[in-house]
């Protein structure tokens, strides 16, 4: 069953966002994870606007997005963005 990987952030530091953002694309190919969207055009219709950016990737089921989440691979990018450079949420869910 699909799993769609969201995340939104709030970028401080564009240099070091980029860093994790250059390498993380890779990493989730490499489960089977294929975006839908990374960044664009948005519209907050309700709640608050704290974030600026906005992510939504598709697995082929939870196991392999839970796999590439805590792979060695995609904690080494995620330090680049863990460092400081913003505030990130990431929810995983499954499509029904």
């Not at 989730?28 to 664009?40: A, D, I, N, P």
């Not at 460092?83 to 913003?86: A, L, V």
């Given at each position: 069953m699909p799993v769609y990987w969201i995340a939104r952030a709030k970028i401080i530091d564009q240099e070091s966002y980029k860093k994790y953002a250059d390498k993380a694309g890779g990493i989730?190919?490499?489960?089977?994870?294929?975006?839908?969207?990374?960044?664009?055009n948005f519209k907050i219709m309700e709640g608050t606007d704290n974030f600026t950016r906005f992510v939504v990737a598709e697995f082929p089921n939870m196991e392999l997005a839970e796999e590439c989440f805590n792979s060695e691979a995609y904690k080494n990018a995620a330090k680049n963005r863990r460092?400081?450079?913003?505030e990130v949420e990431i929810v995983f869910v499954e499509s029904n």
């Open positions: 989730v190919e490499s489960f089977g994870g294929k975006f839908l969207t990374r960044g664009g460092n400081g450079s913003g």
